[in-house]
């Protein structure tokens, strides 16, 4: 394999999927000394079919608002790689999701659900929706549209969606309920991220942040330091920074910084539990902004309009928000103000300038499909769970995902350790595409 001349090829087939484009590049890189010491890797010409979906679904959901109008949005479902298991992955609302967007992040979903030791295989989906300002009422609607087409796609051991940026708890309550209906199925684990009592899991609402900090507390580890008083800045103030944020303080750490699209939240004296669970009523309203947390606690929190999390000093720096939310610029002031660690929560949340500033700078630097692993490693509990019609306790779900955690970090370090440092980025690719390619190599050309 050449990596050069994959790429020139996929950028001739794909022009302008540029999330794409760069997610494949990522693992590639990583991943081409060692592919290439296996020629039956080569003769199977497993990358050059992993690059590619195994299908996706496209479709028009037209829905109604508040005020009678009638309106239509594209949703999508691709179904990436299923060596592992069903495919598994979330659904993205977001005003920008296209093909490429959702593209890039199932090809990263193939690598991290793998990492879990999981039977999970990799997908995702979403719509262009912007869940932004609309009402309770409107929010159902669409879930309800969204699913008339999906649900015939979808289902425990075919296919199961989740949550992702803009569908939280609420949505997929929508979306399963739509489901039931239309599929005359019940408790299953056709969708996760359910909420406890009608086939959810304890612990999957933390599962993301709690086990990015279980991550994180290893890099810190490995340096002989220890989370007592760490600062750290986060971007965003969704589902995963709050369970980073609620983790972090039971470790002793300091929030110092969230952020959201209008700004930054700086919090001197760290976050406190009240304002974390406010973080919650935030992200219901819909209103998407983090001033409102400032508002609330016009003492503990100043806000910043137009400024990152990324300008707030820091030691250990996590984006938690979208792909591509910290640029290398946001790097080189990270460093100059003596940033130790960064990892990211958000899948592909860092530039390639901005990972290659921090490597430059021998700083640890993780990346999403493994610091993040730990949501989808619990929506696979959850299915677990719904297969064998039983509830696991908060305790026995937490002590499974730490475990995964803690595996997965070995992995990495197995994979990426190169003398005294430890290329993450490489250690985790490296691990995750190695049980995909050794899959599909016993399973034949199919
Ligand atoms: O990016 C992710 O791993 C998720 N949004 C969660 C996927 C899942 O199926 O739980």
Redesign the pocket.
């Known amino acids: 394999m050449k990596v050069k001349e994959i790429m020139k090829a996929l950028e001739a087939k794909h022009p302008g999927e540029k999330e794409y484009l760069q997610a494949v590049e990522e693992v590639l890189v990583s991943i081409e000394k060692v592919y290439n010491e296996h020629p039956e890797f080569e003769k199977a010409k497993i990358v050059e079919r992993l690059v590619e979906p195994d299908r996706i679904f496209t479709f028009r959901v037209t829905w109604v608002n508040d005020k009678g109008e009638v309106c239509t949005n594209l949703g999508y479902r691709v179904q990436f790689n299923a060596a592992l298991g069903a495919y598994?992955?979330?659904l993205r609302f977001h005003p920008a999701v296209n093909v490429s967007m959702l593209k890039f992040?199932g090809f990263e979903?193939i690598f991290?659900n793998s990492l879990t030791n999981l039977p999970l295989g990799g997908g995702k989906g979403g719509a262009d929706f912007d869940p932004t300002g609309k009402s309770d009422a409107e929010i159902m609607r669409f879930c309800q549209a969204f699913m008339y087409e999906l649900w015939r796609n979808i289902g425990p051991d075919q296919d199961?969606?989740?949550?992702?940026v803009g569908v939280g708890g609420r949505e997929i309550g929508y979306l399963y309920g739509a489901y039931k209906k239309l599929a005359r199925e019940h408790s299953t684990g056709a969708l996760?991220?359910k909420s406890y009592g009608w086939g959810g899991s304890l612990i999957r609402p933390e599962a993301?942040g709690f086990g990015a900090m279980y991550y994180v507390e290893r890099m810190v580890k490995e340096k002989k330091e220890t989370m007592k008083g760490k600062k750290i800045a986060l971007s965003g103030f969704g589902n995963v920074a709050w369970g980073a944020a609620t983790k972090a303080v039971e470790m002793g750490a300091k929030v110092v910084a969230i952020s959201g699209p209008d700004g930054v939240c700086e919090i001197k004296d760290g976050i406190t539990k009240e304002m974390i669970d406010y973080m919650l009523e935030m992200r219901a309203s819909n209103r998407n902004k983090v001033e409102d947390m400032a508002t609330k606690f016009p003492k503990a929190a100043k806000f910043t309009a137009g400024k990152k999390a990324w300008s707030v000093k820091c030691d250990i720096a996590m984006p938690c928000a979208f792909q591509n939310e910290l640029s290398e610029e946001d790097a080189n002031m990270l460093i100059k103000n003596g940033v130790k660690f960064v990892a990211e929560v958000s899948?592909m949340g860092c530039q390639p300038g901005a990972i290659a500033a921090f490597q430059k700078a021998k700083l640890p630097f993780a990346p999403g499909k493994a610091v993040?692993?730990g949501?989808?490693a619990?929506?696979g509990l959850e299915i677990c769970q719904n297969a064998g019609h039983i509830n696991w306790t908060a305790e026995e779900v937490d002590v499974k995902l730490h475990k995964i955690m803690n595996d997965i970090y070995d992995m990495c370090v197995e994979y990426g350790k190169k003398g005294n440092t430890i290329d993450y980025v490489k250690g985790a690719n490296i691990a995750g595409f190695m049980r995909v390619a050794k899959a599909m190599l016993a399973q034949g050309i199919i």
């Open positions: 598994k992955g979330g992040l979903q991290k199961s969606p989740a949550g992702d996760t991220g993301t899948n993040n692993a949501g989808v619990t929506s």
